[in-house]
């Protein structure tokens, strides 16, 4: 009885494998990619710096803008800044979330700031991933004007960078231009149960 179930396991695993090298073969390309991480669950941000781990394991040159979130001590942050500062580059542009400054004229000028730093990074042919962090909450008020941002990752970004934006509510063109977008589902969240947001989980 046992030996009939690993030998059809075996089984299907060679077709499954079969299939999947073939699969592969066609699939040999490269190209600088851009990812959207976006919806209402939790996991946007922590992506994208895990694919920053990446980069510093693989030593992939790159570098961090973080919009809206401002001087928050996130663990990231203090991390990178800390123990990778020559791996990656980490920028804040933010003063917090809006409810927090309460001042519009501000908040954009922050969000341009950033998007020029941005652009430099993605410029810089020494980097090889940007991650521009909670970008998409700058987009979504229009303190950055969306078809500009669309139209330089689509034809300034030099062709093998990569760059993630994340944030909830990415807009529809950037989701259009983008060649990986992932929308994180809220299912269930501490916060809806009176608990506040935490170190290592939250930040």
Known sequence: MIEDINARHAEKMRK??????KMMQSKTEEKGLIIVHTGKGKGKSSSGFGMI???????MPCAVVQFIKGDWATGEKILLREHFQDECRFFVSGEGFTWETQDRERDIAAAQNGWKIAKEQI????IQFVLLD?????????YLDIDEVVDFLLHEK????HVCLTGRNAKPELIEAADLVTEMTLVKHPFRDGIKAQNGVEM
Not at 53 to 59: F, G, N, S, T, V
Not at 158 to 161: A, G, I, L
């Open 53 to 59: 781990m990446r980069c510093i394991a693989h030593k």
């Open 134 to 142: 909670e970008i998409n909450i700058a987009l979504r008020n229009d």
């Open 16 to 21: 499954i494998k079969q299939a999947r090298d």
């Open 123 to 126: 410029l810089d042919p020494e």
């Open 158 to 161: 030099p062709e093998m960078t």
